[in-house]
């Protein structure tokens, strides 16, 4: 099985710009999971979607991020415009309703320079 | 607020030494607490959890302890190789939700 798979895995953007990551989560998990991680920090949930809804986004600030997830399989999210403070890993995880099978895939570095 | 972190930074031992890697937790609500495990590039993985009713639990060379009294977690690493090199993780569950909120990490780094 190929996990939770997310790209690119690296991009570099000048601050102003707009930037889109893409997941893919594991075939069947019904709950996908945006997270920034910070280097040495933990990752902190950003949006948590229940097959095609949002249904935890407390944690995404809304002025310049967005996320979606149109069929209930993979989403996408993305940033508009990028600041210099958005430099981070941003990781996707999935796992089935109640949070057996919890997986992260292997994140996006985004540089924003 | 309410939060899980981490006593130690980094911690370095020796190829075949035992690891002891801390951390130290607030939020009394928690019933479940994990350990995971992110290499360079990687996501985070799960190695061990724990429930609050309990006080270890034994896996494969790794032995999770939980003293829900001072709110303290621990994992032992035993006969650590250089494959367990990594930043390590632990994580809390309040009642009722799924959702693990994460501790600052420690590096290991195992010398062979």
């Known amino acids: 099985e190929a996990g939770v798979v997310q790209s690119p895995r690296y991009k570099i953007i000048e601050k102003k710009q707009p930037v889109a990551f893409w997941c893919n989560p594991i075939?069947?998990?019904?709950?996908l999971y945006w997270y920034l991680q910070n280097l040495g920090q933990g990752p902190e949930l950003l949006i948590r979607?229940?097959?095609?809804?949002?249904?935890?986004d407390s944690q995404l600030p809304k002025d310049r991020f967005s996320a979606e997830r149109l069929k209930g399989v993979d989403s996408t999210l993305k940033i508009q415009p990028a600041e210099l403070g958005d430099s981070a890993v941003y990781l996707c995880?999935?796992?089935?309703?109640?949070?057996?099978?919890?997986?992260f895939g292997s994140g996006t570095r985004l540089t924003v320079v | 607020g309410e939060s899980v972190g981490l006593h130690l930074p980094t911690l370095s031992v020796q190829e075949g030494d035992n690891s002891i890697i801390n951390c130290a937790y607030s939020?009394?609500?928690?019933?479940?607490f994990i350990w995971y495990k992110q290499e360079s590039g990687k996501g985070p993985q799960f190695i061990i959890d724990?429930?609050?009713?309990?006080d270890k639990r034994q896996g494969q060379r790794v032995t999770v302890l939980l003293n829900k009294t001072v709110k303290h977690l621990s994992l032992q690493i035993a006969a650590t190789q250089p494959g367990d090199s990594a930043v390590y993780f632990c994580a809390e569950r309040k009642g009722g939700s799924y959702i693990p909120t994460f501790g600052r990490g420690t590096s290991l780094i195992v010398h062979p």
């Open positions: 995880a999935s796992s089935f309703s109640g949070g057996d099978g919890y997986t």
């Open positions: 979607y229940e097959n095609e809804e949002a249904v935890d």
């Open positions: 939020n009394s609500a928690s019933d479940y």
């Open positions: 075939s069947g998990h019904n709950t």
């Open positions: 724990i429930r609050s009713n309990m």
